[in-house]
């Protein structure tokens, strides 16, 4: 049995898709089973309550292991990682962040919460897959261009972004791999592009704008601190090169190529493209 947390979100409802299509015995981890909308059985856990992980992973083999974005996120996965451990879950998938931003002096505290947690998952002894995704081609949907401007402090340098579908891709074939595994990858798309190609791709024009001016925007808009701090320190990584090499993790793990952005973009143009 495989269990997926995460399944309603941008990655999760992929890899819940990507099981449920090649027939996996697979079930969704989620908060609300009432709401969930995604095609695979739905069972109540919460990240928050031991209990419900406990119960949630009785009869489970592999885990897929993706924790939303906040401050907690390291806590929480803390309990997921010891709920499987104590449920006796052979393998971890674990949704981490881009391999260059991770540390123990990671570049945000998100960074350092992953590197935290697959340090946490290696001394557990269970085995592990490490997904350490580059930006996800998704976030461009929130960064839209305000008619033929697109505004934005991730500086001129190349982002090896990567769309999520192939990151759940990745996940789906791990955890169906009969292969024992203890391994990390760095998931990129197939090339690095810059802001400024993207805005030209949407029609628009790129306009770089200052951290500073960035973080009162954010904080205008209601922001928590912890979201304009972690936003700042993002986009300043980006800006310096740091996620521009491409790898060619996703072709080895799923045996065909990531998508391009202009792959993503032709399948999301009505979203992304300003009016
Ligand atoms: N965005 C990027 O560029 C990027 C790059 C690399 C890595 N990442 C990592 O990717 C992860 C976020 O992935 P995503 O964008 O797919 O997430 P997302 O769309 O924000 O979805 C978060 C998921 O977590 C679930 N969730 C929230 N609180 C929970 C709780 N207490 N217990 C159980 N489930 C809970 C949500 O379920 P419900 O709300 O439906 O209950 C939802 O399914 C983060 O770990 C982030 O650091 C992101």
Redesign the pocket.
């Known amino acids: 049995m495989i269990a997926v947390?995460?399944?309603?979100?941008?990655?999760?409802?992929h890899v819940a898709a990507g099981l449920a299509e090649r027939g996996a015995q697979a079930r969704a981890?989620?908060?609300?089973p009432a709401?969930?909308d995604v095609p695979l059985p739905a069972m109540r856990?919460?990240?928050?309550?031991e209990a419900s992980l406990l119960e949630a992973l009785e009869d489970v083999d592999r885990l897929f292991l993706?924790?939303?974005?906040?401050p907690d996120?390291d806590l929480?996965?803390a309990n997921a990682v010891d709920a499987a451990r104590a449920a006796g879950v052979r393998r971890i998938v674990k949704?981490?962040?881009?391999a260059p931003s991770l540390g123990p002096n990671g570049v945000s505290s998100?960074a350092v919460?992953?590197w935290r947690s697959e340090r946490r998952i290696e001394d557990s002894g269970l085995e592990f897959c490490f997904l350490?995704?580059?930006?996800?081609m998704?976030?461009l949907l929130g960064m839209a261009p305000k008619g033929r401007i697109m505004p934005a402090p991730m500086g001129h340098m190349a982002v090896a972004?990567?769309d999520?579908r192939d990151?759940a891709a990745c996940a789906v074939a791990l955890l169906l791999d009969e292969r024992e595994q203890a391994m990390a990858w760095h998931l990129t798309g197939p090339a690095s592009v810059t802001f400024k190609d993207v805005a030209e791709k949407l029609g628009a024009r790129y306009v770089n704008v200052p951290p500073r001016l960035a973080a009162i925007a954010l904080r205008r808009r209601g922001a928590s601190p912890f979201e304009v701090d972690h936003s700042v320190r993002?986009a300043a990584y980006f800006a310096s090169g740091a996620d521009a090499t491409p790898t060619n993790a996703v072709l080895d793990i799923t045996g065909r190529p990531a998508s391009t952005v202009d792959q993503f973009l032709a399948t999301e143009t009505h979203s992304t493209k300003g009016t």
């Open positions: 947390l995460g399944a309603t979100g941008t990655i999760g409802r981890l989620v908060r609300d709401t969930c856990a919460d990240l928050r309550e993706l924790a939303p974005h906040g996120q929480l996965e949704i981490s962040g881009g998100t919460a992953h350490r995704s580059s930006f996800l998704q976030n972004m990567v999520a990151v993002m």
